[in-house]
């Protein structure tokens, strides 16, 4: 497709287990962004990957979160010994390169932790 | 710490009002977002504004940058039931890589 894509939709686990998540980018977007989202609330910065640079790293809340860019494309966010507190809506998005460029969204996944 | 002040947190309204939607911050941004946003999607793109003082329409919305580009306001001309959404504002900072996200508005138009 043309969009942001990212997988799963939902993901229900228990605590303490481990979960990934996927972001397939915009082809061509050199720029991607992993945020957080609380029911009805704005957006929390988590990390940004930009073309072959070092991630910015500065939004992920603790070491139980990592994030990865394999060949400057699809993007998977790591979420160790998940905790309920991690319990929320995980957005991708991806922009064409320049700070001021539209972010693309996907939908999101939705991460309920029992 | 909550860069980014929405007001007000939630709107119901009805068909053919108007309405203004604030976004407040004490820092400086090098531009600011709007995005407008619906159950279960991600967010979608309004408009950016990039200059102090700047105003642009889109359609029956209005958007103004502070002269300081510390705070922005969004002004919804006869409301229409597909306004409904959480608008949400984004500040990019002046350095790093961070939009920073404003709290949300929760529109609600009542046809």
């Known amino acids: 497709g043309a969009g942001v894509s990212q997988s799963p939709s939902n993901k229900v686990t228990e605590k303490g287990k481990d979960v990934e998540l996927r972001c397939d980018p915009i082809?061509?977007?050199?720029?991607l962004y992993w945020y957080r989202q609380s029911l009805g609330q704005g957006l929390e910065f988590l990390i940004y990957f930009q073309g072959n640079s070092a991630p910015d790293k500065s939004g992920l809340p603790s070491d139980r979160f990592s994030a990865e860019r394999t060949g400057g494309s699809v993007s998977t966010l790591t979420i160790q010994r998940t905790q309920q507190e991690d319990s929320a809506v995980y957005l991708c998005a991806s922009a064409g390169g320049a700070r001021a460029q539209p972010q693309h969204f996907g939908d999101g996944t939705r991460l309920s932790i029992l | 710490t909550q860069l980014l002040e929405q007001s007000p947190q939630f709107l119901s309204i009805q068909e053919g009002e108007n309405l203004t939607v604030y976004c407040n911050s004490s820092s400086v941004f090098s531009s600011l977002q709007w995005y407008r946003q619906e159950p279960g999607e991600g967010p979608v793109l309004l408009v950016t504004v990039v200059t102090g003082g700047e105003v642009k329409k889109l359609k029956r919305l209005t958007f103004q940058f502070g002269d300081a580009r510390k705070d922005s306001s969004l002004h919804i001309t006869a409301a229409q039931p597909g306004d409904t959404g959480l608008y949400l504002c984004?500040?990019?900072?002046?350095?790093?890589?961070?939009?920073?996200f404003g709290t949300g508005t929760s529109l609600t138009v009542i046809p």
């Open positions: 984004a500040g990019a900072a002046n350095t790093g890589n961070q939009f920073y």
């Open positions: 082809s061509g977007h050199t720029a």
